[in-house]
């Protein structure tokens, strides 16, 4: 199985900031990697597919990157509505697994 | 508008049994891989089954392979959630997705597993 190891599992952060989180994979998954955000009480939100593609709709605030083994998502100006959990998944091979979350908050 | 609605959760005794099921809309469901993913409670995000096109592929986490059947009817843009052997542990807020990278995602339906 392809273990997914996030980091860091929660942070603090201003409105403004650049916010990177990381995940890296047990073995390479070329770029099958999507990212979602989930708030409180509510289901997850997809944000990026392919490592790298933006879903519609996302703001272009987020981006991600990567390849292999290592990927990263970045968020270039935090805004209110961007506290949350953010998960990273892997869909190269099953079991599709994912990465432990890292929770967002406010500083 | 592109959704999943799931429906069919509530709150059964251990060994019992539930089926969820999953009312797709707005897209091709018949060309789509389907999948179920759970959330304990405080707990992250699980892939649970998921189901290709055709139901020809099936595939489930370690922990409820025997105990529970993913299946679909194309012709009712519906996907079902089979769930026998019920365990405390299987508690958990059940989200039915399209696709392997998984979009959009239902509101979800939660299994209770109690005595």
């Known amino acids: 199985d392809i273990q997914m190891t996030q980091s860091p599992s929660s942070l603090s952060a201003s409105v403004g900031d650049r916010v990177t989180i990381t995940c890296r994979a047990s073995q390479g998954i070329g770029n099958s990697l999507a990212w979602y955000q989930q708030k409180p009480g509510k289901a997850p939100k997809s944000l990026i597919y392919g490592a790298s593609i933006l879903l519609s709709g996302v703001p272009s605030t987020f981006s991600g990157s990567g390849s292999g083994t290592d990927f990263t998502l970045t968020i270039s100006s935090l805004q209110p509505e961007d506290f949350a959990t953010y998960y990273c998944q892997q869909y190269n091979s099953h079991p599709l697994t994912f990465g432990g979350g890292t929770k967002v908050e406010i500083k | 508008e592109v959704q999943v609605v799931e429906s069919g959760g509530g709150l059964v005794q251990p060994g019992g049994s539930l089926r969820l099921s999953c009312a797709a809309s707005g897209f091709r469901f018949s060309y789509s891989w389907m999948s179920w993913v759970r959330q304990a409670p405080g707990k992250g995000l699980e892939w649970v089954a998921n189901i290709n096109q055709d139901g020809s592929e099936r595939h489930y986490v370690d922990s409820v392979k025997g105990r529970f059947t993913i299946s679909r009817d194309n012709a009712k843009n519906s996907l079902s959630l089979q769930m026998n052997g019920l365990r405390v542990d299987d508690t958990a807020v059940y989200y039915c997705?399209?696709?392997?990278?998984?979009?959009?995602w239902g509101q979800g339906t939660l299994v209770t597993v109690s005595s």
């Open positions: 997705a399209r696709g392997l990278m998984f979009d959009p």
